[in-house]
């Protein structure tokens, strides 16, 4: 759900008030893009994505900026140099883009993974010094990528749950396409 506080340079009314009067207002706040589950990847399937968000139209739904990306693991996995670097990725709208939002990745070569402890899976975009294109555009989809290191390791026995946090622009009020 938006938030409902206060933006700046609206004189401390919320947002549903500035949205219902049609006010400019630059996005909606920070608000779950999606809330997905899935059993892990096993070593025999390699590179392995999971679906995270489907944009629909701008006119629909509006428009989306990931920002960050929380996983949680229900098993515990040791730093291992066969591990997987975990990343947010934006395939396109044909599957087969490779658009990394997440450069640096989570490491499990270089980080454990503790069993009901949130890791980051950071989103990197337009404030850093080297950008990435972070703006989900119309139709496209974006994926949680395991990228096997090695002979890699079985994370089928675990659950893992992936939280998407973004900015929305609500339809009509282009906050990212300038």
Not at 146 to 162: C, K, L, M, P
């Amino acid at each position: 759900m938006p938030s409902t506080s206060p933006q700046a340079g609206l004189r401390h009314k919320s947002i549903w008030d500035a949205q219902r009067h049609g006010q400019q207002v630059r996005g909606t706040g920070l608000v779950p893009m999606a809330s997905v589950s899935f059993t892990g990847p096993d070593t025999t399937s390699g590179d392995a994505d999971e679906y995270l968000f489907a944009a629909s139209t701008f006119a629909l739904c509006g428009e989306w900026q990931p920002v960050l990306c929380q996983v949680v693991s229900s098993d515990t996995f040791a730093t291992d140099v066969a591990g997987a670097v975990i990343d947010v990725r934006n395939i396109g709208t044909d599957g087969t883009g490779t658009t990394n939002l997440s450069a640096s990745g989570f490491s499990n070569v270089s980080s454990a993974i503790t069993a009901d402890t949130v890791f980051n899976v950071p989103i990197e975009g337009p404030g850093n010094a080297t950008p990435t294109a972070v703006f989900v555009d119309e139709n496209e989809v974006l994926v949680l990528h395991f990228e096997q290191t090695g002979a890699g390791v079985d994370y089928s026995a675990a659950i893992f749950h992936v939280t998407l946090y973004g900015i929305q622009s609500p339809p009509s009020r282009s906050a990212f396409q300038q």
